[in-house]
């Protein structure tokens, strides 16, 4: 695993936010002074002891250099990270994480953000909401939870709601008599010049892809937690490395980051299935087999950079900037 860019930070304080939902405000640990700075929708990779790399988003404002914080909800499907932060991490512990980056930036240039999240989807909204306000730029925002005890910063995003420029729907689809979120009316009834935004569970994300296929890809935001198809690993193909001429066949069963890693090669990379982006590599020649989340259609269509720990390749030869 490559850490170039890690830093250490220490758990400041873990506060209960919603049920299953902890937040962890995270304060650089000396000699470092200050965090590198971030933008609103930025993440950040935890590397845990148990050697689990996850990635949460920075629900902080962006201004905000002397903590980051987080939410993370226990999921009930927690292959070890979510379980990991809510029953051992403790305040006072020191966390390894990487510098923050940003797949899922905020244009904070439009007339009006429309933001649509569900569940632990607010974290990066959130985000977006205190750098918004700070800007003075209208925002609505449209969030739905299963119930309002599941709801994370609900009252707070109520309080933002009532201040100028604020709008905040809440929706809570398993309380009697709910009306579940409408994603495809709320992209139907996009304003012109706003952009919109999403981020949550794999079929509000889904639903959010169709409701929003006939708009301007640049109007268009969305961030996915996790894969949403497996990853490419039929093989049969070469990868060629440009910067040393190299070349390495990428076996059936294994994807290339699993091949590169065994040929001793090191690439940047941390969760391995395709939503962080992290791994990115630039692509010179073929045509890749694109399994991520991270890249939008266009960017996918444009075959000039890839995922190697998911993607593969259609053509017989796939040259990367390695
Ligand atoms: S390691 Fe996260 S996208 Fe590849």
């Given at each position: 695993m490559s850490i170039t860019d890690t830093l250490q930070v220490r758990v400041k304080s873990i506060s209960w936010e919603a049920e299953g939902i902890l937040a962890f405000e995270l304060r650089p640990e000396p000699p470092l002074r200050t965090l590198p700075a971030f933008t609103a929708g930025a993440h950040i990779d935890l590397h845990l002891t148990n050697g689990l790399i996850r990635s949460y988003s920075l629900l902080n404002?962006?201004?905000?250099?002397h903590r980051y914080v987080i939410g993370v909800n226990r999921d009930a499907?927690?292959?070890g990270g979510s379980r990991y932060l809510h029953e051992t991490l403790r305040p006072g512990d020191v966390l390894t994480i990487s510098a923050p980056r940003n797949n899922f930036p905020l244009d904070d240039s439009a007339s009006l953000a429309v933001l649509v999240a569900g569940g632990i989807g607010i974290t990066p909204i959130l985000g977006m909401i205190h750098r918004l306000r700070e800007l003075g730029r209208p925002w609505r925002l449209h969030y739905a939870a299963r119930t309002r005890k599941q709801a994370a910063f609900a009252e707070t995003l109520e309080a933002m709601g009532m201040e100028p420029g604020g709008e905040v729907h809440l929706s809570f689809?398993?309380?009697?008599?709910a009306e579940r979120l409408d994603v495809a009316a709320i992209a139907a009834s996009l304003p012109e010049g706003a952009h919109i935004y999403c981020c949550g569970p794999v079929q509000m994300l889904e639903a959010f892809e169709q409701a929003t296929a006939s708009l301007a890809p640049g109007r268009v935001h969305r961030e996915y937690f996790a894969a949403r198809e497996d990853a490419a690993t039929a093989g049969g193909f070469t990868v060629e490395?440009?910067?040393?001429?190299r070349s390495i066949e990428i076996q059936p069963g294994r994807t290339i980051l699993e091949c590169l890693i065994a040929e001793g090669v090191e690439p940047m990379y941390s969760c391995q299935e395709g939503v962080c982006g992290t791994c990115e590599v630039r692509v010179l020649d073929g045509e890749p087999d694109h399994r991520d989340l991270v890249l939008n259609a266009a960017e996918r269509a444009a075959?000039?950079?890839?995922?190697?720990c998911c993607s593969g390749s259609k053509s017989h030869k796939l040259v990367l900037d390695l």
């Open positions: 404002p962006q201004r905000e250099t499907q927690s292959r689809d398993r309380e009697a008599g490395l440009a910067r040393t001429g075959n000039n950079r890839m995922m190697v």
